[in-house]
């Protein structure tokens, strides 16, 4: 058993080539049989994620705040506290905060990820 104590926590800037805005993030490790990548991040109002794809899917978790995930076929959708993502596996998408608040939530990567270009628009 391994515990991280939030006491602990130390929040990082995320890599600026992959998202819009400014953001952090708390790597909690890997996890599980299929060895997913587990992260807190904190986005800032307006910040966002690239494209990408993760090749065996994502969960995204919200604990705070407000913010939107959006899909190559043009559905952008708002989330909330409590509110559960699934990508499915190589689905590109972007995530994170609204224009006007930020969000904060725990993500679970399974698979490489691939970054495919900045979100436009």
């Known amino acids: 058993m391994r515990i991280s ?32 990548a587990a992260l807190v991040v904190r986005f800032e109002a307006g910040a966002r994620t690239h494209w990408h794809r993760h090749a065996d899917g994502q969960m995204l978790y919200v604990l705070e705040g407000s913010g939107r995930v959006g899909t190559r076929d043009g559905t952008v959708e ?22 006007d608040a930020g969000l904060t939530h725990v993500a679970l990567s399974f698979g490489d990820t691939e970054w495919v270009g900045p979100r436009l628009g």
């Open 78 to 99: 708002r989330i909330g506290p409590g509110d559960f993502v699934h990508a499915e596996p190589g689905e590109e998408h972007w995530h994170g905060a609204a224009d």
């Open 5 to 36: 104590r939030s006491d602990d926590a130390s929040f990082q800037p995320v890599d600026a080539d992959n998202f819009e805005g400014a953001a952090n993030r708390r790597d909690l490790g890997r996890i599980g049989p299929q060895s997913a």
